[in-house]
């Protein structure tokens, strides 16, 4: 009798994994509250705006007075643009409202040529120290 109660228990015992085994694992995960899909098309959202940013940015430092600017302040142009990816997405996004909104007031004729140059050395300065100190 008592080599005979050990051996049940083992066969109880390789029966239950055994039947751990064959029960498909999706019984035991977690349903997740949000999809792969619904986080998937979020990380895509989250990209794009994060591309329109860079891309806004880099458009005032594109026009030819920024270039000026720059040049005059003895600021490389190719470092503020490589620069400006390499922002967080909350410095990213900064930037962008104030191109676009420096862009518009020039355009508007409210902002002179002196005022753009000296919000794009600014802003440039700004880019490049927020990069150094990252790194």
């Not at 035991?28 to 986080?39: D, E, P, R, T, Y």
């Not at 040049?71 to 620069?83: E, G, N």
């Not at 990816?85 to 007031?105: I, T, V």
Request: avoid cysteine; proline fraction near 3%; charge should be positive.
């Amino acid at each position: 009798m008592k080599t005979f109660v050990p051996r049940v228990i083992d066969l109880l015992f390789m029966l239950m994994l055994s039947m751990l085994l064959v029960i498909p694992q999706d019984v035991f995960a977690q349903n997740h509250v949000i999809s792969s899909a619904n986080l998937q098309r979020d990380v895509a959202a989250a990209s794009a705006l994060r591309r329109q940013h860079v891309s806004q940015a880099e458009t005032l430092f594109a026009l030819p007075q920024a270039r000026h600017a720059l040049q005059s302040a003895h600021i490389d142009y190719r470092q503020v643009t490589d620069a400006i990816p390499q922002l967080n997405d909350k410095e990213l996004a900064r930037l962008a409202q104030l191109s676009q909104k420096s862009q518009k007031d020039f355009a508007a004729g409210t902002l002179t040529n002196h005022d753009l140059l000296v919000i794009l050395v600014a802003v440039a300065a700004l880019i490049l120290i927020i990069v150094a100190v990252k790194h």
